[in-house]
């Protein structure tokens, strides 16, 4: 390997400082610079840029603070791993994100200097007064800056934030006026502070010998002075300390504050004080003291067999799970549990059920090199519910369950909500319970404070429950604490060591776990299991929760829809996770990433499972390719149609189409068609698809949107990750050059590509209407059932019964049947009869059947003839089917036939939805007009009947996300997983 310019003189440095210049017994290799040294000034560099923006009054500058906040949270841990990385000693392969040039240079001057250098203008008592507050909870950067301005005094600040945060107004002013500052993180303190002393140790041939008071248990925090006792003079300290900072390249800066002794103060705010000339305190070595205070130091040697609470990049975990499986294995583990947050952790990109199910079948697929557990790290509500339905917890092979938000000041509150959590019968382990925390991302003296519990009761419960307590190995959590582990084993508590690891840097972090066992007498340790034992274990435990009784207080109100009391037994569907499947096998396709204005275009050509990538200019180009090729089928990432469905623009019509607005009713956002930065991509899109249609054969031309088609897929976006997006695609069975492209432009193009083969087949779903071009998005069933459902939805006209039947059909893959089609179909029938056969007396023209025409036949059909002319072609359209189904929407019980609830597993969901609400959207849609019909439709004249009957009822008086999450919660009360 050549090695550039920077490695070369690192390598020479290695040289120089090799083994042998540190104390006997401490290797080089531990006297690396941590990755958190390294990131903290990038944390401090986009924090104080965005403070100084706010203060001056001047645009945040967001791309280039969230780049750097983003490489220091992908780069932060507690190893060495970027140390290494500079120096050439490991490649760029074994990074989970590899720096930009930029961000590489950073890293340089980091770790030559302890800095960067534009900090230089961040150093006056205002900016480090800006970095100590933002350790206060709920206290963001905008109150921040305020603290730079020479108009706002103390007290008036103080006032003005104290309805925004927790803390103690006396420990908010210790922070501002500099007083003090901590607790500290013991991982990061001891690492560099012993780095320190193994230095000043390699610079004399005298033994010297150590003392430290402040610091004397790993899993505690730091919250006293520390002081360091040396058996040398104050002469000779004084040359030692000089050349131990050069070597440490000024990471530790010495004070001279300080009253007794030799105050050095780290980068990250720390500081410990040095006193010479103190051999009585002084009885220990650096290995000693290593071996002693941090169990990062060396990989102890355990029992331990799993990994049991790690996140993978489908949330916010930097790996997938192929990557952290060879990691797991190249750290000598024999398994691990994939435990993703769930749904409620929006900004950790948490998953939704049908995510779950997504990364079931991706698992499946991904063929890791150790055993995976799939499990879930689900949250715990306020009101002591799981946030994710039961009949899916059930389907998990390890449940973790925690709290992440919303602890009261109550403890009786607090014990109930956990002891509700653990009646539910459906968690396995009760993850990092007290909720402390000390430091996190960026903010090295952040502080969380345990939450107020009765443990007594929790772990008597946990014991009862067969629940076991985790140790939860993230240096800022260390949760549970050593004592209260002993008190969980003493009450009859299994317990289980999880790493936390959002990345394979922070694998390490379960040393921790292999010392604190060492403290603890636990018969049982989940990590000490093979797989097949861990399962069974899993699958007793489940068992013996069956028979236990609930009897935990009543303190909250409410069920969730997906509560066990609530299932109805004779209506609960078995199902399992679908197979894997490949993308379908077709025709040739062509792929366009359009772009606008003068900028290549990505294409790609997919024939088989085989995929090319080019980059195109021109529209010329873009057709002689298309020619050339002659696929079935060209798949289009660009509006292909004007709102309005004109052939021009038409101002009055606005800017965004039907498929937009469909799109977004899923929970997918779309640019509009004609918002400014889309026009000329839209009008080059239309272009493009009458040129390819004038073709003298020409292929079917669909429109196509990536980032849609990825979500329902399941893949990750482009922007998260190429690599990530590259290995989903080659889950799907695609391969061939193409996919090595590292044009993002050629990549959505690949997914524009599939889209097509999806729509060949029939798997898909249309968005919008035909007028105004519609969006094709694919469709793919995670569940198999054993007996196809058909769920009826009634309700309200304008209460959201197509949303909920969209969201079925392209998230779950049902056949969506829409009775207005089916009315359609009578009213063409009967338009073609005698006239003594007809139901209607009216003449309607064929060709122009009109939305009035509908409404009219279909008040008819269900005035005149009891809906029975429907219920009959409803019930010849359901039989043919071999699907799970979605109608949308019933107007009367009777629309289903009695003899077809018989055969089939019937559930009527009525969605609910006030007039006053119904009213209020539709008023934002710009139609108000219909405020009357909606208010008086006669069509709504069972509704109130049908509620009362409906075996769901699903509430849509909140927000579309609101909606969602009631849909999966309904459909999963419904269902029973099975493997």
């Known amino acids: 390997m050549v090695k550039t310019t920077a490695q070369g003189a690192a390598a020479a440095l290695s040289a120089k400082n090799g083994r042998s210049r540190f104390a006997k017994g401490v290797s080089r290799e531990y006297c690396r610079i941590r990755d958190f040294e390294f990131v903290q000034p990038l944390y401090d560099l986009a924090f104080l840029l965005e403070i100084d923006a706010l203060t001056k009054g001047l645009e945040v500058p967001k791309y280039r603070t969230f780049s750097l906040w983003r490489a220091a949270y992908s780069l932060d841990g507690y190893g060495t791993t970027i140390d290494r990385w500079l120096e050439g000693v490991i490649p760029d392969k074994e990074l989970d994100y590899v720096p930009t040039a930029r961000i590489k240079q950073y890293l340089l001057n980091i770790r030559e200097t302890g ?93 010297l010998k150590w003392g430290i008071s402040g610091i004397s248990n790993p899993f505690e925090p730091v919250t006293e002075q520390i002081d360091v006792f040396v058996n040398v003079d104050e002469a000779n300290v004084s040359e030692l300390i000089a050349q131990g900072r050069q070597k440490d390249r000024h990471f530790l800066k010495e004070r001279s ?22 051999g009585r305190d002084a009885n220990r070595s650096i290995p000693d003291l290593i071996c002693s205070l941090d169990p990062l130091s060396v990989n102890l040697k355990g029992d331990l067999l799993s990994d049991l609470h790690l996140h993978t990049a489908w949330s916010d975990g930097s790996a997938s799970v192929n990557t952290m499986a060879a990691a797991i294995a190249g750290s000598g583990l024999e398994y691990f549990a994939v435990t993703d947050h769930s749904r409620s952790e929006k900004l950790q990109g948490g998953l939704t059920p049908i995510l779950w199910l997504r990364q079931a079948n991706a698992l499946s697929l991904a063929r890791p090199v150790c055993p995976v557990l799939h499990g879930i790290e689900v949250d715990i509500l306020k009101d002591g519910t ?45 993850a990092h319970p007290t909720s402390a925390v000390i430091g996190k991302m960026g903010v090295p003296d952040y502080v969380r404070a345990p939450a107020h519990i009765h443990w007594s009761e929790v772990f008597d419960k946990c014991a009862q429950w067969n629940v076991e307590l985790e140790f939860n190995c993230f240096p800022s959590r260390l949760d549970l604490s050593i004592p209260m582990l002993r008190q969980a084993v003493e009450a009859g508590c299994a317990l289980s060591i999880g790493s936390d690891a959002h990345a ?87 792929g366009i990433d359009l772009t606008a204005g003068d900028k290549l275009s990505g294409i790609a050509h997919l024939d088989g499972f085989e995929v090319e990538t080019c980059s195109l200019m021109s529209d010329e180009e873009i057709l002689s390719y298309i020619r050339k090729l002659g696929p079935g089928i060209v798949s289009i990432d660009s509006p292909l149609g004007l709102p309005g469905g004109g052939v021009e623009i038409d101002p009055s019509a606005g ?8 799109l977004a009713s899923i929970g997918i956002s779309a640019y509009p068609a004609l918002i400014d930065s889309m026009k000329n991509l839209t009008l080059r899109g239309i272009r493009l698809r009458k040129a390819i249609e004038a073709f003298p054969d020409p292929p079917k031309v669909i429109e196509s949107y990536p980032g849609a088609a990825q979500d329902i897929l399941c893949i990750p976006r482009k922007q998260k990750s190429q690599a990530l997006l590259r290995e989903g695609l080659r889950r799907l069975g695609l391969k061939g050059r193409g996919l090595d492209t590292r044009s993002h432009d050629e990549m959505d193009a690949i997914t524009s590509a599939i889209v097509g083969r999806y729509f060949e087949a029939g798997q898909f779903e249309a968005m919008g209407i035909p007028s105004e071009a519609q969006l094709i998005v694919p469709k793919v069933p995670p569940l198999q059932f054993d007996e196809n459902p058909i769920i009826c939805l009634a309700g309200k006209t304008g209460a959201g019964k197509s949303v909920v039947a969209r969201y079925l059909s392209a998230f779950f893959g049902f056949q969506w049947v829409r009775t207005r089609e089916v009315i359609k179909g009578l009213l063409l029938q009967d338009v073609h009869k005698a006239a003594h056969e007809r139901l209607s007396r009216h003449n309607f023209d064929p060709f122009h059947i009109s939305e009035n025409d509908l409404r009219d036949f279909g008040l008819l059909v269900l005035n005149e003839y009891k809906q029975v002319p429907l ?58 007009d219909q405020k009357s ?47």
Request: charged share 25%; proline share 4%; glycine share 6%.
């Open 386 to 430: 799981l946030d994710l339905p039961h009949s899916l917890l059930a389907a998990a092979d390890i449940v973790v369950a925690s709290v992440h938000s919303n602890w009261s000041a109550d403890a009786r509150v607090n014990t109930d909500r956990l002891l509700k959590a653990i009646e539910s019968g459906h968690i396995d382990v009760l």
């Open 655 to 662: 800017i965004v189409r039907a498929a937009e607005r469909d």
């Open 504 to 590: 394979r840097s922070h694998l390490l972090n379960l040393r921790f776990g292999q010392a604190a066992l060492r403290d603890v007498d636990a018969p049982v340790v989940l990590n000490r299991l093979s797989y097949d034992a861990l399962k069974e274990h899993i699958r007793k435990a489940r068992g013996m929760r069956t028979g236990l009784t609930c009897v935990s207080r009543g303190s909250f109100q409410g069920q969730l829809p997906f509560d066990g009391d609530l299932l109805n037994e004779r209506r609960t569907v078995e199902c399992r996770i679908q197979q894997p499947r490949e993308v379908p096998a077709g025709s040739r396709v062509v």
């Open 871 to 928: 219920q009959k072609a409803l019930t010849r359209t359901l039989e043919q089917s071999h699907n799970a189904v979605v109608v949308d929407s019933i107007r009367d019980l009777v629309d289903i036939g009695s003899e077809l609830h018989s055969r089939r597993a019937v559930q009527i969901w009525f969605v609910d939805c006030s007039d006053g609400v119904i009213q209020q959207r539709l008023i934002s849609r710009a139609k108000a």
């Open 257 to 278: 504050d300080a009253i007794d002794g030799r105050k050095i103060v780290h980068q990250m705010g720390w500081a410990f004080v040095l006193h010479p000339g103190r």
């Open 115 to 207: 800095s960067l250098p534009e900090l230089g203008a961040f150093e006056g008592e205002e900016f480090r007064r800006s970095r100590r507050l933002r350790s206060i909870r709920g206290l963001g950067p905008a109150a921040i800056a305020q603290t730079l301005s020479q108009e706002i005094e103390e007290d008036d600040w103080l006032r003005e934030i104290a309805p925004s945060i927790e803390m103690a107004r006396a420990r908010v002013v210790e922070l501002y006026r500099g007083i003090n500052r901590g607790p500290w993180q013991s991982a990061h303190v001891v690492p560099p502070l012993l780095r320190f002393l193994a230095t000043l140790q390699s610079l004399t041939r005298k033994i």
């Open 933 to 979: 019909v909606v208010a008086s439709s006669p069509i709504d004249q069972n509704a109130a009947s049908i509620r009362m009957r409906a075996d769901k009822i699903i509430s849509n008086n909140g927000s579309l996300e609101d909606l969602r999450w009631n849909i999966d919660d309904t459909l999963f009360s419904s269902i029973s997983i099975h493997s």
